[in-house]
């Protein structure tokens, strides 16, 4: 069966569960969906070490025919982030301009480096596996962005306050950039022949991250003007699709940041080519347009993070850095947010729910998991048991993501509604409120 094929029949196991969903549980899509292609890979593993039946090596040799690195990072991702942009309100975006950057920037080097820090004592000290200090450093680096792909997915749709809202999917926006720099420097530390330097990193971040953002507002330009020179309705939205295709494309060629460039092009589309290029008929349309070819490829990529699963081999030792990987990666974020905020406290008022939203609503999904598979097999940390410096990143990355979409993505709504809550409450009650808090 080719890839086409399998992708295929993929995406109808992903409409079939969302069909189901919506018509018995009712959980948001990609939680359900994530949930439905873990409960099958469990029961088919278990039926296998059982005799039942042996789907489970089939399905994995099925999954792994599927380069998810190669369809996330180099296929998906641009249309995923060129609809996140489009959603995105730019006025909303100048007001929290500053907050975002903190975030994106500082946050996410803070949580780099308590989550290597403290892996590495963890790892080392308590279960006793020799495992570099660049390898948690990587971990963390790979791990401390925050996914815009699951954040727009899940946290978009609850409606949360304007602020908290603009903050986090500004944030999973444009973090992708300096994350990238930290992960490349930090694996060609760990795999490479050349030692980073200043002035190769400042480079590294100039070109992937400043060229993404100028390609991404010249290619924003050029398609407004090929969108206004128009007013045939299809040709209009058929146009759009040129970004994320071609588009993301050439900015592999040219080295510069695709995710950047799509989030600038995205919002260039959605705040100025909207308005004032396309006609009432695209305008009305653009939204829904987009809206299905997100849900499509969301639903097709939560369903293999789900899978993926299969291709795994667990190790007790596997287990043991999965239940410390969580709570870890939690209090990173928890503490990159929470300083964050003792500089953003000193020129504005913020909804007293701002911080635990979001540490619990920073969610993690695919574009980590697909940073974890890239990094090279066969460097053995557990030679006797084959247990590899992949694995072990990518089972931690794996139990952090499955968490982060089930668990955090499920149980965030409380939050968001208590946040609504204190903004609709006159000043006055909402100060009485926070300080019985």
């Known amino acids: 069966m080719s890839v086409y094929d399998t992708l295929c029949f993929l995406a109808a196991a992903a409409m079939i569960i969302a069909f189901i969903n919506s018509k018995v549980g009712k959980f948001q899509t990609t939680i359900a969906i994530t949930a439905g292609a873990l409960i099958l890979s469990l029961m088919m593993i278990v039926a296998?070490?059982?005799?039942?039946?042996?789907?489970?090596?089939?399905?994995?040799?099925?999954?792994?025919?599927?380069?998810?690195?190669?369809?996330?990072?180099?296929?998906?991702?641009?249309?995923?982030?060129?609809?996140?942009?489009?959603?995105?309100?730019?006025?909303?975006?100048?007001?929290?301009?500053?907050?975002?950057?903190?975030?994106?920037?500082?946050?996410?080097?803070?949580?780099?480096?308590?989550?290597?820090?403290?892996?590495?004592?963890?790892?080392?000290?308590?279960?006793?596996?020799?495992?570099?200090?660049?390898?948690?450093?990587?971990?963390?680096?790979?791990?401390?962005?925050?996914?815009?792909?699951?954040?727009?997915?899940?946290?978009?749709?609850?409606?949360?306050?304007?602020?908290?809202?603009t903050q986090i999917e500004g944030e999973s926006l444009f973090n992708d950039g300096f994350g990238l720099v930290i992960f490349v420097t930090l694996f060609t530390i760990a795999f490479g022949n050349e030692t980073p330097t200043i002035g190769s990193v400042s480079l590294l971040f100039l070109h992937e991250a400043i060229g993404g953002i100028i390609y991404g507002a010249a290619l924003g330009l050029l398609f407004h003007y090929l969108i206004s020179a128009t007013d045939d309705h299809s040709m209009e939205l058929l146009l759009t699709l040129g970004i994320p295709?071609?588009?993301?494309?050439?900015?592999?060629?040219i080295e510069v940041s695709g995710p950047l460039a799509m989030v600038v092009s995205g919002i260039m589309i959605g705040n100025w080519t909207r308005y004032t290029g396309f006609s009432k008929e695209s305008q009305d349309h653009l939204?829904?347009?987009?809206?299905?070819?997100?849900?499509?490829?969301?639903?097709?990529?939560?369903?293999?993070?789900?899978?993926?699963?299969?291709?795994?081999?667990?190790?007790?030792?596997?287990?043991?850095?999965?239940?410390?990987?969580?709570?870890?990666?939690?209090?990173?974020?928890?503490?990159?947010?929470?300083?964050?905020?003792?500089v953003f406290n000193r020129f504005r008022t913020y909804n007293p729910w701002s911080i635990r939203i979001l540490t619990w609503g920073g969610l993690r999904g695919g574009l980590a998991l697909a940073m974890a598979m890239s990094i090279p097999a066969g460097i053995m940390v557990v030679p006797e048991k084959s247990i590899d410096v992949r694995e072990v990143i990518l089972v931690m990355t794996y139990s952090v993501v499955v968490f982060s979409i089930l668990i955090q993505g499920s149980t965030i709504t409380p939050m968001i509604n208590r946040a609504k809550a204190c903004e609709s409450e006159p000043p006055a009650q909402a100060h009485d409120v926070n300080q019985r808090r």
């Open 48 to 165: 296998g070490q059982n005799g039942w039946f042996q789907l489970n090596e089939l399905a994995a040799n099925t999954i792994s025919s599927i380069n998810f690195e190669d369809f996330l990072l180099k296929g998906v991702l641009g249309f995923l982030l060129f609809a996140g942009g489009l959603g995105i309100n730019l006025t909303n975006l100048k007001d929290q301009k500053w907050e975002i950057t903190l975030l994106a920037l500082g946050a996410t080097l803070v949580s780099t480096f308590f989550i290597g820090l403290v892996l590495y004592a963890l790892i080392n000290w308590l279960i006793g596996v020799q495992f570099a200090l660049v390898y948690c450093l990587l971990f963390g680096a790979l791990i401390s962005p925050t996914d815009p792909i699951a954040v727009l997915a899940i946290v978009k749709k609850l409606d949360a306050p304007k602020r908290i809202s």
């Open 287 to 342: 939204d829904h347009f987009w809206e299905l070819i997100d849900e499509f490829l969301n639903g097709l990529l939560f369903l293999l993070i789900g899978l993926s699963m299969l291709t795994f081999n667990f190790h007790s030792e596997d287990w043991i850095v999965m239940v410390i990987s969580v709570p870890l990666v939690l209090a990173a974020r928890y503490i990159s947010v929470f300083l964050s905020y003792k």
């Open 245 to 253: 295709t071609a588009g993301y494309v050439f900015s592999e060629i």
